[in-house]
């Protein structure tokens, strides 16, 4: 996808996707299974936001201008009138303009942000990556894609935003974050804060 403006199909949820991370996600909204089948047919992408305003069902829920953009890995239905799909991260985005279909479906103009470098992860930031190969140890690399990139701080910092059990606020903020070793900082500095507290 070129870095011009787009127009796509936006899901708006209780969660926040980062680049390169994978996401789970049971559909059964007709507007929703109608923008899985147009991606799947196209082969094109939609976008993933966190609620701002409203909820995940019913009425068109309004979402941060931030986001990110969501290709379908895997989808099965094993179940009448429910898709489960897996999505892959991709690319940040910001909208630009927002609409509702009269289906209830969002689509918006987005400008995608840079893609994140892959800056090199700080001395002070190795707990980061210690905390994570922890993680990964006890199981959870199944729900992180290969190949795992524990160099790298941008990836080390995502893939923390998505696991640990963050306020969505902070995730969302996190995302928000144009330099993955400013977002590492930070998530290191809110565990040490954390674990002071938990001390005291």
Do not use: N
């Amino acid at each position: 996808m070129s870095d011009g403006p787009h127009d796509i199909a936006l899901f708006p949820l209780q969660t926040v996707l980062f680049p390169g991370g994978l996401l789970p996600l049971r559909i059964f909204e007709p507007r929703y299974m109608q923008m899985v089948s147009a991606c799947l047919r196209d082969g094109e992408s939609f976008g993933v936001c966190l609620i701002r305003e409203g909820k995940e069902v019913g009425a068109p829920a309004v979402p941060h201008s931030v986001g990110c953009l969501a290709r379908i890995v895997q989808w099965d239905m094993q179940q009448l009138g429910v898709l489960s799909i897996v999505v892959r991260g991709e690319r940040r985005f910001r909208i630009l303009e927002r609409r509702v279909e009269r289906d209830g479906l969002a689509r918006a103009q987005i400008e995608l942000l840079a893609e994140e470098g892959d800056e090199a992860v700080s001395e002070e930031s190795e707990v980061g990556v210690r905390l994570l190969r922890a993680i990964v140890d006890e199981g959870a690399g199944a729900r992180i894609e290969q190949p795992l990139r524990f160099e790298s701080a941008s990836w080390v910092s995502a893939r923390l935003a998505e696991i640990l059990p963050l306020p969505p606020a902070m995730k969302q903020k996190l995302l928000e974050t144009d330099a993955g070793d400013r977002r590492l900082d930070a998530l290191c500095d809110f565990l040490r804060k954390q674990k002071v507290r938990s001390s005291a």
